[in-house]
């Protein structure tokens, strides 16, 4: 499997929460750093936050302090906590593996890939 595989979207009340998951095949082996975007219609795919393999997240101004990236590096999943959701956080939410430490071909054909996405929708 090339492509992550996100999971978790929903329709939500503002200031309701939902988890995003992404499972990346071969996590743990290639070490990624994994990123979480999303893109609402009619607007570019944006950053919404990162998690190096390390453990060191970073976030986009506009979720700060109500998201939350984690990893399970034995599970090959990236989590995203979304609480105190509001409309405006309405959009298709992708992950996607930025690097690797590994030379292999099989970890390095996996950087840049998209999945499929996953919807969240929020209403006010």
């Known amino acids: 499997q090339v492509q992550p595989v996100e999971s978790g979207g929903g329709s939500v009340q503002a200031g309701g929460s939902l988890r995003l998951s992404c499972v990346v095949s071969?996590?743990?082996?290639?070490?990624?750093?994994m990123s979480w975007y999303r893109q609402a219609p009619g607007n570019e795919r944006e950053f919404v936050s990162s998690?190096?393999?390390?453990?060191?997240?970073t976030y986009a101004d506009s979720v700060k302090g109500r998201f939350t990236i984690s990893q399970d590096i034995a599970e090959n999943t990236v989590f995203l906590r979304m609480n105190s959701l509001k409309p405006e956080d309405t959009a298709m939410y992708y992950c996607?593996?930025?690097?690797?430490?590994?030379?292999?071909?099989?970890?390095?054909?996996?950087?840049?890939?998209w999945g499929q996405g996953t919807l969240v929708t929020v209403s006010s």
């Open positions: 996607q593996a930025n690097k690797s430490p590994r030379g292999d071909i099989s970890c390095r054909r996996r950087l840049g890939a």
């Open positions: 071969d996590y743990s082996y290639c070490r990624y750093d």
């Open positions: 998690i190096a393999i390390d453990g060191v997240t």
